[in-house]
């Protein structure tokens, strides 16, 4: 692995469905992101983790869960998917902790929901 | 209330000079990030400004007045493979991002 992976990279899921998108990565980065973006916005933060063991919520946490067992893996599990999570997903990571953090970012999983 | 702004979109000619603006208003401010996405891509960094001024690297430049709200990506010698969105990512007092929509730059040639 290189950098930071995610899966699948693509998915169409009915509603009401359970789904977790996995994303991992090999940079022994502390924090990891989840983002959402949609066409016209800004990419939102879904959850975010700055250090293994420990998650916060973001801009836009309702209808997702994240968990952070150790410091490679951050699935986001969508627990009863509905239409307006259609979206493409963006997992990031960075070393965490100042203002030179930069993040970088997986491939994106793009979800539609029907 | 936090807020982000820029043009949605900008044309420029292959071999030209591109500025792209960003007012921004956040809670607090540590810095502030400029990505490039092309479509269909994840965001990938392009430069980091915490200082008032110009950062220059290569072709691409990105300046910083942190008593205006304000910066731009200043791009020159343009290529066609610079086609992408440019975002504009200033952290708020937490350290986290807050993205603007970004500015779809089309180049023709």
């Known amino acids: 692995i290189a950098g930071i992976t995610q899966a699948p990279t693509s998915q169409i899921l009915a509603a009401g469905r359970r789904m977790t998108l996995r994303c991992t990565q090999d940079m022994r980065h502390n924090a990891m992101y989840w983002y959402r973006q949609d066409l016209g916005l800004g990419l939102r933060l879904i959850h975010y983790?700055?250090?293994?063991?420990?998650?916060g919520k973001g801009e836009v946490p309702d209808g997702y869960s994240v968990s952070r067992a150790n410091t490679d893996d951050f699935p986001l599990t969508l627990a009863s998917a509905v239409p307006s999570q259609t979206s493409v997903y963006f997992c990031a990571s960075s070393l965490g902790g100042g203002s030179t953090d930069t993040q970088y970012f997986g491939p994106g999983t793009r979800l539609t929901v029907l | 209330g936090q807020n982000i702004d820029q043009p949605t979109e900008m044309t420029a000619t292959e071999g030209a000079i591109v500025q792209i603006n960003c007012t921004y208003q956040?809670?607090?401010?540590?810095?502030l990030f400029w990505y490039q996405q092309h479509a269909g891509e994840a965001p990938t960094f392009l430069s980091y400004?915490?200082l008032d001024g110009l950062e220059e690297k290569g072709r691409f430049s990105s300046f910083l007045s942190r008593s205006k709200g304000y910066s731009y990506l200043l791009l020159k010698e343009l290529q066609m493979k610079d086609s992408a969105s440019y975002l504009c990512?200033?952290?708020?007092?937490?350290?986290?991002?807050?993205w603007g929509a970004g500015t779809k730059l089309i180049i023709k040639p």
């Open positions: 990512a200033p952290q708020d007092s937490n350290y986290q991002l807050i």
């Open positions: 400004n915490v």
């Open positions: 983790s700055n250090t293994a063991g420990t998650t």
């Open positions: 956040t809670s607090g401010f540590n810095g």
